[in-house]
């Protein structure tokens, strides 16, 4: 196991986004975390990579851990091979219309420099990378060459977690975490349930009230595991 | 690349830092340029400067990290703790180099009244550091979101507040405190006065970093 939150509350300021949500990521899993604006996504994905501590539970990361937020902006005045050093990867290749000053590129640009060096190090077997919205902003052929890497890593034993509001990836995840249900739509739920949902070769991970777990199941979802949450 | 050494990578490849160096050099360099110059009373001066100084090159350095680049240098670092360490050994850098430059310019030139001795060295360093460190830390508290100018206004404020509390409030004043301390101290030695102060200031350097640390961890 590469990463391990147990029991973690999500809040930023007063605002609680998640409550006692668990995880457990493996190694060689590409998973989806999906959900609606401001159900937590980021705020989940900070608390996993370690950007900031939870308020309640646990992360343990056993490998190292590569993360990329969301709307990527570097020091305008920044070099960004100097950036590559920083994140020590100084030797990674990086194509000569990026090696300029960060403030010269654009927020693609941008994006691209932060994934080489994110990526940079992929070959690593126990490694975590903790992607949100990883493809905003990037071309068609930068989001191919991601997607490419993505795949290289997983199957070299990484363990993937992304964000993709804008469905722009053709990756197919092997989980998909629903912070939909789970996450502030279900905060007023007197019932809320853990379950792992499988639907053929797809399977999924959701806190849902009870309503919520019913529609799935006439959706067509089958239920491999449930527990109760409160 | 520690977490401390990646920010300063960053700000050093900016010219934030300049504006604060700059004006550092053509403060302390116009203090010493009339006379007189007592050892204690202007060790006491530069003291309460370097409280500003290092306050406004923490600021820098918070202000040209971006929040991602932020973020991801905190992931690398391994985790919001170690960042926070880095963050604090920063000011402890900023805090040596300032205390080194305002000690070692007018002791090398000759700037003084007298020879300072090596009580008034210590005693100068004492309060420089200390007074770095509640500046620091002071930043830390004002750093990002909150705007620039509304940081750099809270900081002279308290500063200000600090030296005009000194007299009434003695050595629990702060910077204000610790400077009244080391400009009433006997030559070349650390009066009780002036390890109160410092000890003081240090404990209020202690509060306003873990009242930074806390307020980080709300923000989430």
Not at chain 1, 102 to 130: E, F, K, W, Y
Not at chain 2, 161 to 189: F, K, M, T, W, Y
Request: hydrophobic share 50%; proline share 4%; aromatic share 6%.
């Amino acid at each position: 196991m590469l990463l391990w939150a147990d029991g973690v509350t999500v809040a930023r300021g007063r605002t609680t986004l998640l409550e006692d949500f668990s995880l457990q990521l493996e190694a060689g899993e590409l998973v989806h975390l999906r959900g609606a604006n401001g159900c937590g996504k980021s705020s989940l994905m900070r608390v996993l990579a370690g950007v900031v501590e939870p308020r309640r539970g646990s992360v343990v990361r056993t490998g190292r851990c590569e993360y990329v937020p969301e709307r990527v902006t570097l020091p305008e005045s920044l070099p960004a091979r100097r950036w590559l050093r920083v994140c020590g990867v100084g030797g990674a290749e990086l194509p000569s219309e990026l090696d300029r000053r960060c403030g010269a590129l654009s927020n693609g640009q941008q994006q691209r420099v932060v994934l080489t060096a994110a990526m940079a190090d992929g070959s690593l077997p126990a490694s975590i990378h903790l992607l949100d919205e990883p493809w905003a902003g990037l071309d068609a052929v930068a989001r191919d060459t991601l997607d490419a890497n993505l795949t290289s890593v997983v199957a070299g034993g990484a363990a993937v977690m992304y964000t993709d509001h804008g469905h722009e990836t053709g990756l197919v995840a092997s989980r998909t975490l629903d912070l939909t249900e789970g996450g502030l739509e279900a905060a007023g739920s007197d019932a809320l349930l853990r379950v792992e949902l499988r639907r053929g070769g797809e399977r999924t991970h959701v806190v849902i009230s009870d309503r919520a777990l019913a529609a799935r199941l006439s959706d067509g979802w089958e239920i491999e595991r449930v527990d109760r949450v409160q | 690349m520690s977490f401390a050494a990646a920010q300063l990578s960053l700000v050093l490849s900016s010219r934030r830092v300049l504006a604060p160096v700059t004006l550092l050099i053509f403060a302390v360099v116009g203090i010493y340029f009339y006379r007189p110059n007592p050892v204690q009373g202007s060790f006491a001066v530069t003291a309460v400067l370097t409280a500003f100084f290092c306050a406004w090159l923490v600021a820098s350095v918070e202000r040209e990290v971006t929040p991602a680049a932020g973020a991801i240098l905190t992931v690398l670092a391994g985790g919001a703790v170690a960042a926070w360490r880095g963050r604090l050994a920063l000011v402890g850098l900023f805090a040596i180099v300032l205390t080194v430059f305002c000690l070692a310019w007018p002791t090398a030139t000759g700037a003084f009244d007298r020879s300072p001795g090596l009580g008034d060295l210590l005693a100068g360093a004492l309060a420089h550091l200390v007074c770095a460190a509640v500046g620091g830390t002071l930043a830390l508290l004002l750093g990002p979101p909150l705007r620039t100018a509304t940081a750099f206004t809270v900081i002279l404020v308290v500063l200000i507040a600090s030296i005009a509390a000194a007299s009434p409030l003695e050595i629990v004043a702060g910077p204000g405190g610790v400077a009244r301390a080391l400009s009433n101290a006997p030559d070349d030695q650390v009066s009780a006065s002036l390890l109160a102060a410092c000890a003081v200031a240090v404990t209020e350097a202690g509060a306003l970093g873990f009242a930074a640390r806390v307020q980080s961890r709300w923000r989430g």
